[in-house]
Each structure stands twice: as structure tokens, then as C-alpha cells.
């Protein structure tokens, strides 16, 4: 995966329309060079043409672990360790019920407050279907290491903040974890392509993850689940699935779980939209993840700098140290989502999280100094002038 030879930006490998300055990858990654070519053979030459044969002829059967296995590379997963498929909500779902599994007796799962609601949703509807005495502890995000004691069986936490960027150091809070007896699940959805993570250096036992953002899978694209490989063979999977079955065409009365990830495999999988994924991640051909990283260091750096330089209206809402923030940038205003709304307008494509939370990501493989200096210029002309004061701007709709 890594080549000093290949430059940020890479954008003439993304489809970008004209004018327009890109900061939301972080919700929904760009549409890859490359993609609508490989998605249309696939629909012509191999399910056109090939029909049913396409599960043998074209592999189909095999791409959740083979796209799984490219998506490790970007995580710090061994090969054979990361399997496709489904939602990210499933597979935290999949995850938080074999964790539990691994700790009986316990009888906490603790997560905190900068968690991703769906994770909290997922653990909640998890503890009222099992109806066992389990329930939710969310404390502060600083909070965590001295939530820890020996009634707690799992720590579920999403290393990079959706709102803030605030991100987790989680080589040190997978050991306090540990060593407090407790297993330790990554939610990876805002790290996963934005910085470099190393699931096996930290030893966790789950992680898990989305790739329609900086993977740039496309809205819907396939979520991941990896398993440390020395615990496999002991996860008990609670959606026990029939391509999760270990000889699943022999089509077997009772579940007996394949030996290895694939395992948390569940249902058929969405070969359309897995074959996109997989091309989409040819973009990560010969990039660097720490180059990745010190790019984005510098643009998030500039943005802060220019936009408390000319728009002091606006709060910084994300860490000031670079060392504790992922890929984003947040800032609060009064009137945020109408300024987002104007902004966008204007071409410059943000988002807003409530209740007042303008979110900026900088993803290097397509965001450059210019973009983030014309960027500002605008929001300046918006905030300025107030343009952001106009009905159309505050009508929402059913995404905000």
C-alpha cells in the first residue's frame, strides 16, 4: 500500500463536478474514477451474461472477504481477519452480543456521550431483547478510563467523534479496557480512511466500520467487522445466518459456524454494491496512510487558523490539538444550519449536525490549500453579509 512516488491530492481519480469544493467525505465519500465503468461490466458481463453462474464464475461468493481483506490493509488487520457485509449497525449489533457472550457474569456496556446514537440505539434495543439484567452506562468521553471496573463486560466507543472529530487514543484505552477485564469494540466509521489505525497493534478484541465515507463506497456501500484471529473460534455469532454457516450449501438443519471471520457473515451479500466498494478502494493504490494523515494535519490547521482569523462569530467545536481531532473540522454558530444551507448554496458542500454544529471534513486524496482558502473566502461573504438569512436556507428537509 505504500509508494513515497504518489502526491496528495490524487484528484484526477475521483469524479468531482465542476466548481464545487467538496468538505463532506466524511458523511459520503466522492464517486470514484473508475466505478461506473466496473459496476456497468458487472451487471452486463457477469450477472447479463453469466446469470447465477456469476456466484462461481466471478467470485462473487468470495468478495466479502476479499474486499474485506483490502479494507484491512487501511485498518491494520491481518489478512483473512476483516469480512464485508450488511450495515454498520448490524455488525455493532453482531459484535456488542458476542462481546457479551465472551463475559458472562457481566453486566455493563459502557460507551460515552460522543458516541454515535446508532451504537447506543443498537446496545439499547440489544439489552431489552435479551431482558438479562444488562444495561448502558454513557459517561463523559473523558470519563471512560474511570468508568472502568469489574461489572463492566464490554467498552464500546467510536474513536473519531462524529461531531466534534474529537478522536481516542486507542492503543491506551484498549489496555485500560483490558486490563480491567472488560472487551474493547472500535466503532471505526470516522477513522477508517481518514487517519492511520492499527486494530492488531492495539490488540482489540472488535472492530467495526462503514465505507461510504472516506472510503468512498457509495451511499449504502457494505460495513466491516473484524475479529482478533486468536478469539474467533469463540465468538458466538447472535445472527447466525446462513452464509455464516460453515458448509453453507450442504444446507444443514442447525447452525454450525464457519472457522474462521467469515463466521459474521449473515445473509446474501450485495454483490452491486460490494463490486463498487471494491473499485472504489483502487484510489488507496500507492498512497501512504501517514502521508494521508500529515495532509490532513496541515489542511484542518489552515482552516481553524483562516476561519477564527476572519469569521469570529463562529466557535471551534473540534480539539484545538491535532493530536486528539481526526479529519474534520467543527465549528458552532446560532444560526448554523441556515449558514451550512448558504454555504452549500455557494458550492461549498459541508453539514450541519444539531443543535448547532457546522462540520468540515479534509480528506487530502482531493482537498488542497486553494480549496480550503476559496472555501473560506466564502463562508466569510456568507457570514458577512448575512446571506444565510433567507427562508430558503432554513427549510429542512428529512437530511439535514
Same mark, same amino acid.
Given at each position: 500500500?505504500?509508494?513515497?512516488?504518489?502526491?496528495? *491530492?490524487?484528484?484526477?481519480?475521483?469524479?468531482? *463536478?465542476?466548481?464545487?469544493?467538496?468538505?463532506?467525505?466524511?458523511?459520503?465519500?466522492?464517486?470514484?474514477?473508475?466505478?461506473?465503468?466496473?459496476?456497468?461490466?458487472?451487471?452486463?458481463?457477469?450477472?447479463?451474461?453469466?446469470?447465477?453462474?456469476?456466484?462461481?464464475?466471478?467470485?462473487?461468493?468470495?468478495?466479502?472477504?476479499?474486499?474485506?481483506?483490502?479494507?484491512?490493509?487501511?485498518?491494520?488487520?491481518?489478512?483473512?481477519?476483516?469480512?464485508?457485509?450488511?450495515?454498520?449497525?448490524?455488525?455493532?449489533?453482531?459484535?456488542?452480543?458476542?462481546?457479551?457472550?465472551?463475559?458472562?457474569?457481566?453486566?455493563?456496556?459502557?460507551?460515552?456521550?460522543?458516541?454515535?446514537?446508532?451504537?447506543?440505539?443498537?446496545?439499547?434495543?440489544?439489552?431489552?431483547?435479551?431482558?438479562?439484567?444488562?444495561?448502558?452506562?454513557?459517561?463523559?468521553?473523558?470519563?471512560?478510563?474511570?468508568?472502568?471496573?469489574?461489572?463492566?463486560?464490554?467498552?464500546?466507543?467510536?474513536?473519531?467523534?462524529?461531531?466534534?472529530?474529537?478522536?481516542?487514543?486507542?492503543?491506551?484505552?484498549?489496555?485500560?479496557?483490558?486490563?480491567?477485564?472488560?472487551?474493547?469494540?472500535?466503532?471505526?466509521?470516522?477513522?477508517?480512511?481518514?487517519?492511520?489505525?492499527?486494530?492488531?497493534?492495539?490488540?482489540?478484541?472488535?472492530?467495526?466500520?462503514?465505507?461510504?465515507?472516506?472510503?468512498?463506497?457509495?451511499?449504502?456501500?457494505?460495513?466491516?467487522?473484524?475479529?482478533?484471529?486468536?478469539?474467533?473460534?469463540?465468538?458466538?455469532?447472535?445472527?447466525?445466518?446462513?452464509?455464516?454457516?460453515?458448509?453453507?450449501?450442504?444446507?444443514?438443519?442447525?447452525?454450525?459456524?464457519?472457522?474462521?471471520?467469515?463466521?459474521?457473515?449473515?445473509?446474501?451479500?450485495?454483490?452491486?454494491?460490494?463490486?463498487?466498494?471494491?473499485?472504489?478502494?483502487?484510489?488507496?493504490?500507492?498512497?501512504?496512510?501517514?502521508?494521508?494523515?500529515?495532509?490532513?494535519?496541515?489542511?484542518?490547521?489552515?482552516?481553524?487558523?483562516?476561519?477564527?482569523?476572519?469569521?469570529?462569530?463562529?466557535?471551534?467545536?473540534?480539539?484545538?490539538?491535532?493530536?486528539?481531532?481526526?479529519?474534520?473540522?467543527?465549528?458552532?454558530?446560532?444560526?448554523?444550519?441556515?449558514?451550512?444551507?448558504?454555504?452549500?448554496?455557494?458550492?461549498?458542500?459541508?453539514?450541519?449536525?444539531?443543535?448547532?454544529?457546522?462540520?468540515?471534513?479534509?480528506?487530502?486524496?482531493?482537498?488542497?490549500?486553494?480549496?480550503?482558502?476559496?472555501?473560506?473566502?466564502?463562508?466569510?461573504?456568507?457570514?458577512?453579509?448575512?446571506?444565510?438569512?433567507?427562508?430558503?436556507?432554513?427549510?429542512?428537509?428529512?437530511?439535514?
Amino acid at each position: 500500500m505504500k509508494d513515497i512516488s504518489v502526491t496528495l *491530492p490524487i484528484k484526477d481519480r475521483f469524479e468531482l *463536478p465542476e466548481g464545487v469544493i467538496y468538505l463532506d467525505g466524511n458523511s459520503l465519500g466522492p464517486l470514484p474514477k473508475g466505478v461506473r465503468t466496473r459496476v456497468a461490466e458487472m451487471m452486463t458481463q457477469e450477472w447479463g451474461r453469466h446469470l447465477i453462474r456469476g456466484w462461481n464464475a466471478d467470485d462473487w461468493m468470495g468478495q466479502p472477504l476479499r474486499v474485506g481483506s483490502r479494507v484491512g490493509q487501511l485498518i491494520g488487520a491481518p489478512e483473512g481477519t476483516v469480512v464485508m457485509g450488511d450495515t454498520l449497525s448490524i455488525k455493532v449489533y453482531q459484535a456488542l452480543s458476542a462481546a457479551l457472550k465472551l463475559r458472562p457474569g457481566r453486566k455493563v456496556i459502557l460507551s460515552d456521550s460522543g458516541n454515535f446514537p446508532s451504537d447506543l440505539y443498537m446496545a439499547q434495543g440489544l439489552i431489552a431483547q435479551l431482558d438479562q439484567g444488562y444495561q448502558l452506562r454513557v459517561v463523559a468521553p473523558d470519563d471512560v478510563a474511570q468508568a472502568l471496573n469489574d461489572e463492566v463486560a464490554v467498552a464500546m466507543l467510536t474513536q473519531v467523534d462524529y461531531r466534534t472529530g474529537r478522536m481516542h487514543d486507542m492503543q491506551m484505552i484498549t489496555a485500560q479496557v483490558q486490563a480491567a477485564g472488560a472487551v474493547m469494540l472500535w466503532d471505526l466509521a470516522h477513522s477508517a480512511g481518514a487517519v492511520p489505525v492499527d486494530v492488531a497493534g492495539c490488540g482489540c478484541e472488535f472492530a467495526v466500520g462503514c465505507t461510504y465515507k472516506y472510503l468512498n463506497g457509495g451511499p449504502g456501500a457494505p460495513a466491516f467487522i473484524y475479529v482478533r484471529p486468536d478469539i474467533t473460534e469463540q465468538v458466538q455469532p447472535a445472527l447466525a445466518g446462513w452464509l455464516g454457516h460453515d458448509a453453507p450449501f450442504a444446507f444443514e438443519a442447525t447452525y454450525r459456524p464457519a472457522q474462521d471471520i467469515e463466521r459474521m457473515r449473515v445473509g446474501t451479500p450485495p454483490v452491486i454494491q460490494m463490486t463498487a466498494l471494491e473499485e472504489a478502494l483502487k484510489v488507496w493504490d500507492g498512497i501512504d496512510m501517514s502521508a494521508v494523515r500529515a495532509r490532513s494535519i496541515a489542511l484542518c490547521e489552515l482552516f481553524i487558523e483562516e476561519v477564527e482569523r476572519r469569521c469570529p462569530d463562529l466557535h471551534l467545536a473540534s480539539p484545538r490539538d491535532a493530536s486528539m481531532r481526526g479529519s474534520q473540522v467543527s465549528f458552532a454558530f446560532e444560526h448554523g444550519y441556515a449558514a451550512m444551507q448558504a454555504l452549500i448554496s455557494r458550492g461549498v458542500i459541508g453539514d450541519f449536525r444539531a443543535p448547532d454544529i457546522m462540520r468540515f471534513g479534509f480528506t487530502p486524496l482531493y482537498v488542497d490549500e486553494q480549496d480550503v482558502r476559496r472555501a473560506v473566502d466564502i463562508l466569510h461573504e456568507v457570514l458577512v453579509g448575512q446571506l444565510w438569512d433567507a427562508p430558503e436556507f432554513k427549510a429542512t428537509g428529512r437530511v439535514t
